[in-house]
């Protein structure tokens, strides 16, 4: 299957509208879903998100699963969240969210989920690219085709069931500013704050494929508004999302936008146990579980690995530093509006978000980037496994699940990555202190230049 193109990155298929996700694509990746899943008579879930091409992207992939005679089942406009919700709620063999996340209002993607409400593994993304590319596909006869029908209002019982999990308590109502990026969280994320009875306050939660507020992405260039609007309004918690809120960031009420690893360690604490997260996430997380009788297990970037990982080891909450969390004792689909709502049962339980998060030991960290082209990234790679020994000393532990990521005796870290996506290899490291941490940089930095 060596020669069969890739249409699958790390989070489904992502690309412009029209350049890498044409309609034709989407049509052919319906059809081969369909059969994949067995064809005739099956069920699929379908929701989307605010982009201007989402419409259309679902409109066409309908068809090619009623084509193949599956029947589907529309969402229309939800969070990614709701959709493997849905999965597990309608008894579907599938379902697909027409999303490309954090991405510019140009792009779209296509992301695959299976019945239990996790995200598709690569090998089955594999076997989609198989089909499609060998253009194998059943389609039924007149007689045969499937229906579609509209399951809009489950968003409704979804948010009863995300407040009820969440354990918020109605009786103590905060005030919450929710910036939802004009995404797909818009509208269902502040209606479940709201619901639970706090006091919201929202930003960009009109929904708008243009994205017209701010860009999707939640980092602090474009959460300057959200930060102020806490401070000046006084509020407990500022909430912000991705384009289609599977991810969460909050900002604490000093109008601080939180440390992503922090805030992670801040719920994972509450859950105890085993934990999962990525590689490139901080030690803070393993310091503070430690100190509650906790462990921490590393799996490779992606919440894919992330949500495989929970399963096999049976583990609490886990998640990316990007603030895409899993719960598994909700579902297995990363889930922003369940996030923001498990950071506001957090500060009813334990007090002011900032102080939560000072509490939290922190060491020095960079992330760098290296200009490495596509083509060579593999070649350098090795270079790096082969002569990491003659750069480095008083190594402990050194993990290749993905990239290199070399543990020192002090607990000190770094990791050297190829990225997924684009032209670069990444540096991040983390040392106890800034002197440690130079040293780590510039050995490392020294070492990737020499070979690029
Ligand atoms: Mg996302």
Known sequence: MNNIPKLFGTSGIRGEY???VTLELALDVARALAKYIGGANHIVVI??????SSSIIEKVMTAGLEQSGCDVLLLGMVPTPVVGYAAIKKDANAAIMITAS?????????KLWNADGSAFKQSQ???IEKLV????????EWDKIGNDYDISSL??????DIIEISGIDSSQPLKVVVDCASGAGSILSPEAIRRSGMDVITLNAQPDGFFPGRNPEPNSANLGELMKTVKVLGADV??????????????????????????LTIIAREFGGTVVTTVDASACLDTEMKKIGGSVLRTPVGDVHVAESIVDNNATFGGEPSGTWLHPDFCMCPDGLLSGLRIIRAIQKNGPLSKQLDSIESYPTIREKITCPNDKKQEVMSEVFNNFESQFNDIKEVLTIDGMRIQFMDDSWVLIRPSGTEPYIRITAEAKSQEDLDKIQKTSVDFLEKLV
């Open 133 to 140: 590319y060998e253009q194998d596909f059943d389609i039924v």
């Open 102 to 110: 954090h991405n510019p209002s140009k792009y779209n993607g296509i």
């Open 47 to 52: 929701g989307r998100d605010t982009r201007t």
């Open 125 to 127: 993304e594999r076997e």
């Open 18 to 20: 029209q350049k890498e």
């Open 238 to 263: 500022g909430i912000a999302h991705d384009g289609d809120a599977d991810r969460m960031i909050a900002v604490d009420e000093k109008g601080r936008l939180s440390d992503f690893d922090k805030l």
């Open 155 to 160: 968003k409704d019982e979804y948010v009863d």
